[in-house]
């Protein structure tokens, strides 16, 4: 007797299906999850983003503290930041290196996204130069804004100290908030007044904080101390008048400082102020963060370094050094020492400036410089004009002109992406070596002349050879002219 016959298959029903595919979706779910923990249990993460960290912040650090110099740091860092890619891949690759077989390196997004903007930064760097100071100008910020006026209503007073000084006095002015006015006494005290300013909500507090902002002077030998008490609530303005032979070193956190009249050495030390230096027989040197400087009838060698805004230094006896940022116009006149300026940006050097410089955004302008002169710069049109001796001129994305006087000295130009023009006395004596890449040459003297491809060349002797005028222009002209009677380019 046969089997019975087995039922027919039905489909499952739609319940079913739907659990079964409920459960395939758990069971993918869970294969996921496992494998997602099995890779984090052998991952290892990076140490380049805690380092990144601890390096910002001790560079943010030592940039508050002033040890380190905001400008150059940002210069340095636009050249250089090409090294932070090399250092971390290096650092990734060693890290990958140790833990072979047994563990990966894991990176987070935020490690990435830091690295990314730090190459922006570099990249912004190396090609700009932000005067933050400009900016908050642009916003009506800055010096508009006393933040002192926070803390109560304006009160004020003045007192009048005199104090005698040793005759061979050095005297040493600390203001932390207000302005320093220096002149020349008639006697041999020093005499200053205080013009003090305190805010406060309430009069009797007012006239408690009156009262004891003194300063405190002190002496040490032939080392005389004024110092003012510091408070973002107070501002003391100080005037002194003091014999004229005494030395002074002063040092102002928030103020203007004026000197004038000084037969010996000057010191200033501003942090947030302008600086304006007239009649200062000795040795003049100036350290400066903030504001505008001027200086004028200065005896003595004279030296600034820092951040400044706008430069006016004219009537120096002595040498001339100014090393620094300098974000807004610089104007030079009759420097009769040695000359020279350096920025991040601009170099230039001269043995006697008898007429003047102007340096200002995308132009320099010299004239009547006797040599050897030195110009390097890069996105700047240069002009010298009426230049005696020996000229050295370095530039990028710019012109160059140069009009020089008899005797004709050496010159050696070099430009890229520039043209380069040069004006010399017609009955000059020199010798000529010029080279220019995808650019002509003109030249009102004869010289032998070549081109080939996008190289043009000149060279050969004028008025029987004499000094080398080395010029090269790349992505520019060159030109070569006669200087006439008329000529006062």
Not at 57 to 78: E, S
Not at 98 to 123: N, P, Q
Not at 282 to 295: I, N
Request: hydrophobic share 45%; charged share 20%.
């Amino acid at each position: 007797m046969g089997m019975p016959p087995e039922p027919p298959q039905y489909p499952p029903s739609r319940a079913q299906m739907k659990a079964q595919r409920a459960q395939w979706k758990m069971q993918m779910r869970m294969q996921r999850a496992a494998y997602r923990a099995s890779i984090r249990g052998t991952a290892h993460r990076s140490i380049l983003g805690p380092l990144f960290l601890i390096a910002i912040g001790v560079l943010a650090l030592l940039m508050t503290l002033h040890r380190i110099n905001v400008d150059y740091f940002w210069h340095w860092y636009g050249q250089w930041w090409p090294l932070l890619l090399i250092g971390a891949g290096i650092l990734l690759a060693l890290e990958s290196l140790t833990l072979a077989g047994r563990s990966r390196v894991r990176l987070g997004g935020g490690v990435v996204f830091l690295v990314l903007l730090l190459a922006i930064v570099g990249m912004i760097a190396a090609h700009n130069h932000v005067n933050w100071q400009s900016v908050g100008d642009q916003l009506q910020l800055g010096d508009d804004v006393d933040l002192a006026e926070m803390f109560g209503n304006k009160h004020q007073a003045k007192e009048q100290i005199d104090h005698a000084l040793p005759a061979d006095a050095t005297v040493v002015i600390q203001n932390a908030h207000g302005d320093v006015v220096l002149t020349a006494g008639s006697d041999d005290q020093m005499h200053m007044t205080v013009d003090k300013t305190v805010y406060s909500s309430s009069d009797r507090e007012a006239q408690r904080e009156l009262d004891a902002l003194e300063p405190l002077i002190t002496s040490a030998g032939n080392i005389v101390t004024v110092h003012m008490p510091s408070n973002d609530s107070h501002v003391a303005d100080l005037t002194i008048a003091m014999p004229a032979a005494a030395a002074v070193q002063v040092r102002v956190d928030r103020g203007d400082v004026t000197i004038s009249g000084r037969k010996a050495a000057v010191s200033v030390n501003s942090n947030h102020g302008d600086v304006e230096l007239t009649s200062i027989a000795g040795a003049t040197q100036v350290a400066m963060h903030q504001g505008d400087f001027s200086g004028h009838g200065l005896q003595g060698n004279f030296d600034i370094s820092g951040r400044m805004n706008d430069v006016t230094l004219s009537q120096v006896a002595g040498s001339s050094t100014l090393t620094g940022d300098f974000f807004g116009d610089v104007h030079l006149d009759h420097l009769l020492g040695p000359v020279h300026l350096h920025s991040s940006r601009t170099e230039i050097q001269a043995a006697r400036l008898e007429g003047s410089v102007s340096l200002s955004d995308g132009d320099l302008t010299m004239d009547n410089a006797v040599g050897p002169v030195l110009v390097s710069t890069r996105a700047m049109d240069i002009a010298l004009k009426h230049i005696q001796g020996e000229v050295r001129v370095k530039n990028s994305d710019g012109s160059i002109a140069v009009n020089a006087v008899d005797p004709v000295a050496a010159m050696d130009i070099e430009n890229r992406n520039g043209s380069v023009d040069v004006t010399v006395p017609e009955d000059a004596k020199f010798t000529v070596q010029g080279v220019a890449v995808d650019g002509e040459i003109n030249s009102d003297f004869k010289l032998t002349q070549n081109k080939a491809n996008d190289r043009s060349t000149a060279f050969g002797s004028v008025g029987g050879g004499g000094v080398l005028l080395h010029i090269v222009a790349e992505k520019g002209d060159i030109s070569l002219r006669k200087a006439s009677a008329d000529t006062d380019d």
